[in-house]
T-cell receptor, first 116, second 111 residues
Framework: GAGVSQSPSNKVTEKGKDVELRCDPI?????LYWYRQSLGQGLEFLIY????????KSGLPSDRFSAERTGGSVSTLTIQRTQQEDSAVYLC??????????????FGPGTRLTVT | KQEVTQIPAALSVPEGENLVLNCSFT??????LQWFRQDPGKGLTSLLL?????REQTSGRLNASLDKSSGRSTLYIAASQPGDSATYLC??????????FGKGTRLHILP
């Protein structure tokens, strides 16, 4: 079956512009996660959705970052007024509802964001 | 604060050898622990998931163990192959829903 998909795969933007990154989770997965991996850094948790709600936004690095999820499916991560330090690979993952025995996360291929 | 540490940071071994990758975590109140591999230019591939109530999981040549009391997990790779070369990540899901990644072990299998 189809896995997690993300678009675009690559995005180059000028400093100060806004960008939107999209994630399509695996059908039926109610949990959705956003992470980022900066050059030379480990993976950093950004935000987690259970359905359409985000019980944990603690990982968002600043108020320029926001995310939404509608219909319990597709999610969009928006970065406003991008800065060069926002350059990273943004990864999305999804999993079945927490509380079941299968809580395994499946990752998308990522979006490589470069801010010039 | 949960911290996840992976040792070693990098490892090179000849093809055919068995090897062990280590992951330690500071807070035992975890929901599960998951091992991934990350290949250059690609996403993350899930290898094994261990629930907090389990002690080990096996898949093919891979075996992962979990000891919550000591805050440790190991990933055992038997009969290593060049295709096993990748970065291996240990990820802990804490009971407060925090998800913490280790920095990974870069594994290189020498043909």
């Amino acid at each position: 079956g189809a896995g997690v998909s993300q678009s675009p795969s690559n995005k180059v933007t000028e400093k100060g512009k806004d960008v939107e990154l999209r994630c399509d989770p695996i059908s039926g997965h109610t949990a959705l996660y956003w992470y980022r991996q900066s050059l030379g850094q480990g993976l950093e948790f950004l935000i987690y959705f259970q359905g359409n709600s985000a019980p944990d936004k603690s990982g968002l690095p600043s108020d320029r970052f926001s995310a939404e999820r509608t219909g319990g499916s597709v999610s969009t991560l928006t970065i406003q007024r991008t800065q060069q330090e926002d350059s990273a690979v943004y990864l999305c993952a999804s999993s079945l509802d927490k509380g079941t025995s299968s809580y395994e996360q499946y990752f998308g291929p990522g979006t490589r964001l470069t801010v010039t | 604060k949960q911290e996840v540490t992976q040792i070693p940071a990098a490892l090179s071994v000849p093809e055919g050898e068995n090897l062990v990758l280590n992951c330690s975590f500071t807070d035992s109140a975890i929901y599960n622990l998951q091992w991934f591999r990350q290949d250059p230019g690609k996403g993350l591939t899930s290898l094994l998931l261990i629930q907090s109530s389990q002690r080990e999981q096996t898949s093919g040549r891979l075996n992962a163990s979990l000891d919550k009391s000591s805050g440790r997990s190991t990933l055992y790779i038997a009969a290593s192959q060049p295709g096993d070369s990748a970065t291996y990540l240990c990820v802990v899901t804490h009971r407060d829903d925090k998800i913490i990644f280790g920095k990974g072990t870069r594994l290189h299998i020498l043909p």
